[in-house]
Every structure is written in C-alpha cells, then in structure tokens.
C-alpha cells in the first residue's frame, strides 16, 4: 500500500513539475511607462501572456543599468526562470556571459549578435516600415522639406533614416530630409525642442526615431504633419498624425515561445522584416490621400514578397557618388555597418 | 532665417523656465542654510501630480496647486530628515530623487498615454505685437509670465524686506540669528518647503505646458541642472534668471546649429550644467570655497544650539 501511495505521489510530483508554467522574463532598458521602446516590448510581454494564459508566467525588471544587467540576469535564472529576454543591445555580452553559466536556460537578445547553444538574438527591419512612411511623407510634404528628429548617429538608426530618405525621394525627388541629433534616446523637453527647431526651417512633415511621443506633440501644436515610431501614437496628434513605424514584438515572442513550449527551440539568429509582421505601420489616418494608401500598400506587398528591396541601386551617397550600382543591392553586412547617408538627406554623422 | 532666431529665443525660454522654478526655490532653501539636492525627485512628483489632477479634474489651476503642495510635502521630509534629524544633506536630498522618480514611476504607470487639459500661450495685448520681443517673450503661457514676475519678487524680498534679512541671516550665521531671537529651526522649516513649492512648480510646467503629457522620468535631468545653476546664479534670483534662460538656450541651441549646419561640439555644450553640480559638492564641504563664492557660510551645516560649530 504504502509502496502505491509513494507512485501516486511521484506521479503527482511528476504532473505538477510537466504543467508548471514556463517562466518568462523580460529585461528593459528603460522605464515602461515611456511610451516608447520599452513600452512597446512590454505591448509585446502582455500580448504572449494573454496568448498562452495559464501555460507560461512573465514578468519584467525595468530601467536595468548596463552594469547591474549579469546580477540581474543572474537572480533571474537561479529564482527559475527557463527564458529571458533581454531587450537591448547594451545587454549582450552580460547575457552572453551569464548564458553560459546556465545551459538549460534560453537567454535571448534584442538587436545584438552574439549566438549560442542556448543563447539567441533577435530583431525587426524596421526600415522595411520606415521605407514606408518615407514614401508617405514625400507625397504629404507642400515645402518639400522634412525633419527627422533621430537619436544616436548608429548603424540602425542611420539605416532607417536612409530608408525613409529613399522612399521619399522615390516619390518627390525635390524633397530632402533634414535630420536633427538629439544625442539622447530619451529626453522629452529636448525632443521636442529638436522638431520645434525643425519646423521654425520650414520643414512641414516631422518624423520622430527617439522613445517619447513629444515630438509629435512639437508638430501638433505647429499644425504640421507627423509620423511616430516604435508604437501608435496617434492619440498625441490627432489633428496631424499620418502614420508611424512600429514594432509589434508579440508576433516574435509568440512563435518563440510556443517553439520553446513544443521542445523545438534552436538557436538562432531573427531578422524579421515586413513579411514576418514584427515590424509594420500604425493604420494610416485619413489625412493619407487614398492613392497615397494604395501605393503604399501596394509597396508593403512587394517588400514582403521579396520583389523589391528598399535598399537596391541605383543608390547614391550625399555627395553625389554611386554606392550601390543599378541591378545590386546593400548586403545585411553593409546595412548592419551602415555609417553613410544617402542622396536627400541634409545633416552629418559624427564618427 | 528669421524664423529659426525666433524659435531659438523662444525656445530657450521655455526651456529655461522649469530650471527657474526650481533654481529660485532652491536658492531660498540654500539661503537658510539647507542644501537640498532632491529637486529632480520633488520635479518629477509634482509632473505626476499636475498631469494626473489634470486628467482627473479638468482643473488646470487645482492640478498647479496640487503640483505646488506635493513639492512642498516631499521638501518637508528633507526638512525633517535634515533639520529635526541632523542627517547628512547630501544624503537626504539624493534619498528624495530616488523616491520621487519611484513614486511617480509607480503611480504614474496607469497615465502613459493619456490626453489631459494642458496651458495654452496667452498673447498679451500691445506687448505681444512687437516685432520679434513680442513672440519670443510676451506670447507664452500663464506660468512662464509667472516665472517672469517671480524673479523681482524674490529679490525684494531677500534684500529688501525684514524677513528676507532674516532669512539670509538664518543662512550666515544661525548663531547670531538664534542670538536675536530668529528662529532658526522653523525658518529653515519654512524656506525648505517653500523651495518644494518651486520644484513642484517646475515638475507641473513641463506635464501640463512644456510637453503636456505623463511619461516616466520626464524631466531627465533638470533637477540636477537646477542645483548646478543656484551656484552659476551666486544665489541670487536676478543672475538665476540669466542662467536659467541661458541653459535653457544652451538646449536648443544645439539644434538650431545642426540645422545651420554651424559646427559646434555639442556634447561640450551639454557637459556644462554637470560640471558646475560637481563644484555643489566642494561648496557644501568647504568653507573655504563657500566664502570664496558667497554661499551661504552655514550652506549644509545642521543647526543644533548645543553643538556649536
């Protein structure tokens, strides 16, 4: 009897052990509530939360410094965590060390590199969607001047830039893109003021790369137009917003973690463009002409079926020089090195 | 051309008007004798507070006030820890920015996102038509026109007025202002909170007018421009004035040159403000420096009539 008693037990153990929630954590770099980045990664935690319900449990630790980032990773993985996220590259090679003083746990992070056997990297072409808004603001401009109020001068944001600089001069060859360092990812007064400055140079559409929604609430209160990035921030502007590029993390996480739940998880490295639905456009508004809309969505399915690429030639650099000639194209390579802008765009990277 | 030029000084005036705030309350607390390096904290609290009662009321002027109390009630937990405790300052202050920016973090999470009543600028008849002064200085919001008038306010009253004396006296030498029959714990007290006042002031300019909205951290960084710019000013309202218009200016400016395309090594530009809050820690433990600078000689030092120091 005594013998049965100690089976029933183990096989309760057993299912309680096999139907244990998978526990997931998430890392931010910045505060949730700043209606950017991080708040669109954490739009990204909610959604897969919602979609496995009981099956997986998540949490998130905010506003973790670079340099707290391993004890942080650390506590994680020892309170039991089988996944984390983190979700900046200033956080790989702290998950890249602490991944390999815990195998059995999957470290994964965004925008980085570094791969291994249980550590993988992820990111979006969110110059894909910024080709996008590019070709919409280049149709919308009447001065046919745009400003571009952007971050840091690195590889990813000059990408978008150039991206979008590309897709308005298909549009409007006249037009140009100004662009404006505000040297902070996050800094609203100081973002704001970077599109009012913008604006008083005549510029009449105002694109925003940087983390909070104050540039747009810059180009609401001139009455000019403005398209956002990383999420729908539409309620800021009601009266000018056209678009923004966003990033919709929960279609990644989802296929991440239900690969993970189905035991088929592998390493690897995710680029996901348009047609992987981690990048895309907020609904434009109706301030988009509809041929405007069509075009648009007739360039959203070409990129996403691969039968054209925002960054083949001919592509020229500011100074006039050929970089990409007609019939090539810009390898991940060059685009992830990229340091140059293209034709159209008036503003310098400090090196 | 022209208007980029306006743009710059009407920007460094709106950009300067949070650092005022806060500069001038600062002063008054420093004038007591009361280093309270929490403004960031007390700002941040009083953005919260100002964007939230807005967003629940409608009531612009009932969201300033409660922006004004809470910075006031943060302050008096420094004045408390300083004062009544004797805790080191520095300490005590740095305490009040971590709250502060937890606090509204915290309680701010459910406002992200959300549209409240906000100032609009208020053109002011004649004044408003001069050519290029009118719309950088009379076209603004009610709160920067508060912030003009603040200015010759304080000054009267630091230099002109009894309590002011005392208050300065408070700051010098407690002893002698103790020996008159000033009470030195209560002035402090009240000069404190009041400086709370101003944070909380500043924290509402930025929620309700600068960039009307709540995301977390929103002032990132002007406290600590603020205390740097008590020490540029000499503690004195009119020079913070200046100072705060000209930082202010210092952050547009850095744009305005992009587009002009004059090269101008920005990053030096933004170093400014830090290194005058390093100079903050030699004058609240040198006596020295303080004399050589006219801080208040008793800037830092808690009072006590047992302990004379």
């Known amino acids: 009897m005594k013998k049965y008693l100690f089976l029933i037990l183990l096989t309760l153990i057993g299912l309680y052990v096999f139907a244990a929630p998978l526990k997931v954590a998430f890392i931010y770099v910045g505060p949730v509530g700043d209606d950017g980045w991080t708040y669109a990664q954490n739009l990204g935690r909610l959604y897969v939360q919602n979609y496995f319900g009981d099956k997986i449990q998540t949490t998130y630790i905010e506003s973790v410094p670079t340099a707290n980032a391993v004890n942080v990773l650390k506590q994680l993985a020892l309170n039991g965590y089988n996944v984390i996220y983190t979700t900046s590259f200033s956080y790989m090679d702290q998950t890249a060390e602490v991944a390999k003083l815990f195998p059995n746990v999957i470290f994964e992070n965004c925008s980085g590199y570094l791969t291994g056997p249980n550590m993988a990297v992820y990111f979006g072409r969110i110059e894909e969607a910024e080709y996008l808004t590019g070709l919409i603001a280049g149709s919308m401009t009447k001065t046919d001047k745009i400003g571009y109020v952007a971050a840091f001068p690195t590889p990813e944001v000059i990408r978008g830039i150039n991206a979008f600089a590309l897709g308005v001069q298909s549009v409007n060859p006249k037009a140009t893109v100004q662009v404006v360092w505000v040297n902070d990812w996050y800094n609203p007064p100081n973002e704001k003021e970077a599109a009012l400055s913008l604006i008083s140079a005549g510029c009449d559409v105002i694109k925003s790369e940087t983390d909070s929604p104050a540039p747009l609430q810059a180009a609401e209160s001139k009455g000019v137009y403005c398209i956002g990035y990383n999420t729908d921030q539409s309620s800021y502007a009601p009266k000018t917003f056209l678009t923004a590029s966003v990033f919709n993390w929960g279609t990644y996480y989802k296929d991440d973690i239900q690969a993970i739940l189905d035991g088929k998880w592998k390493t690897h490295n995710f680029w996901g463009g348009l047609d992987s639905g981690v990048v895309g456009l907020a609904p434009m508004s109706n301030l988009v002409p509809p041929q405007v809309q069509n075009l648009v969505n007739a360039m959203e399915n070409a990129i996403k079926t691969h039968s054209f690429n925002p960054f083949s030639g001919p592509i020229y650099d500011q100074s006039g020089k050929l970089m990409i000639p007609a019939g090539q194209s810009l390898s991940d390579q060059d685009l992830l090195s990229m340091n140059w802008f293209v034709k159209g765009v008036i503003g310098s990277i400090s090196k | ?309």
């Open chain 2, 1 to 309: 051309m022209n208007d980029i030029v306006i743009s710059t000084f009407a920007g460094a005036i709106r950009a300067g008007t949070p650092l005022l705030f806060a500069t001038l309350g600062e002063i008054l607390a420093e004038r007591s004798g009361v280093l309270n390096l929490g403004l960031e904290g007390m700002m941040l609290m009083g953005a919260f507070t100002g964007f939230s009662i807005s967003y629940i009321t409608g009531n612009l002027w009932l969201a300033v006030l409660a922006a004004i109390l809470v910075g006031g009630l943060m302050a008096s937990l420094h004045a408390f820890m300083s004062i009544t405790l004797r805790i080191n300052q520095v300490v005590s202050g740095l305490a009040l920015v971590f709250l502060g920016q937890g606090l509204s973090g915290f309680w701010g999470n459910a406002y992200v996102g959300m549209q409240a009543n906000s100032f609009q600028n208020l053109k002011i008849p004649l004044l408003g038509d001069i050519p290029y002064i009118g719309p950088i200085v009379f076209n603004r919001d009610i709160l920067v026109y508060i912030g003009y008038i603040s200015v010759p306010v304080i000054w009267w009253f630091l230099y002109k007025t009894t309590a002011g004396m005392n208050l300065r006296a408070v700051g010098e030498a407690p002893d002698a202002a103790d020996a008159r029959g000033i009470n030195v714990i209560l002035t402090r007290y009240l000069y404190t909170i009041i400086g709370g006042f101003f944070s909380g002031l500043a924290g509402a300019y930025i929620s309700l007018a600068y960039t009307p909205m709540w995301v977390q951290n929103m002032t990132a960084g002007r406290g600590w421009i603020a205390v740097a710019l008590v020490i540029f000013a000499i503690w004195d309202p009119v020079i913070a004035l200046i100072g705060a218009y000209a930082f202010g200016g210092i952050s547009v400016l850095q744009f305005s040159f992009q587009i002009l395309q004059v090269p101008i090594p920005v990053n030096i530009m933004n170093m400014f403000p830090y290194i005058f809050t390093v100079f903050v820690m030699l004058f609240a433990s040198s006596n020295r420096i303080k004399k050589l600078f006219g801080a208040p000689s008793a800037l830092g030092v808690p009072y006590s009539r047992e302990e004379k120091t």
